[in-house]
């Protein structure tokens, strides 16, 4: 599986920006996907996740409310749609995917087998 991550940007805090993941390379009827992001000296952190069919997410308390992950079957995408963006959002985000992944692994960044390259974020206040 390929994963490409695209659509990072400079914004000011308020403002909107969606990710995007494109996927390849297998068929995605049992993959979980997942976004990540990691700011400059800081572990990398969990944003959100998803099963790809039954659609059940998960989202890091910090974002909830604020970024909505979701995706496309015809396109093989996932997308993150960020609102409100904070400062504090600043950080590469980087999209992920692994087979069979229970809900409660969504948020383990060892459990994914697949990484897309990051898409950086910046958000000015």
């Known amino acids: 599986v390929q994963l490409q991550a695209s659509g990072g940007g400079l914004v000011q805090a308020g403002d909107s920006l969606t990710l995007s993941c494109v996927l390849s390379g297998r068929t995605f009827d049992d993959l979980a996907t997942a976004w990540f992001r990691q700011a400059p000296g800081k572990e990398r952190e969990f944003v959100a996740g998803?099963?790809?069919?039954?659609?059940?997410?998960r989202y890091a308390d910090s974002v909830r409310g604020r970024f909505t992950i979701s995706r496309d079957g015809a396109r093989n995408t996932v997308y993150l749609q960020m609102n409100s963006l904070k400062p504090e959002d600043t950080a590469i985000y980087s999209c992920a995917a692994a087979p069979r992944l229970i809900f409660s692994s969504l948020p383990v960044p060892s459990s994914y087998d697949y990484w897309g390259q990051g898409t950086q974020v910046t958000v000015s206040s």
């Open positions: 998803r099963r790809w069919n039954s659609g059940s997410s």
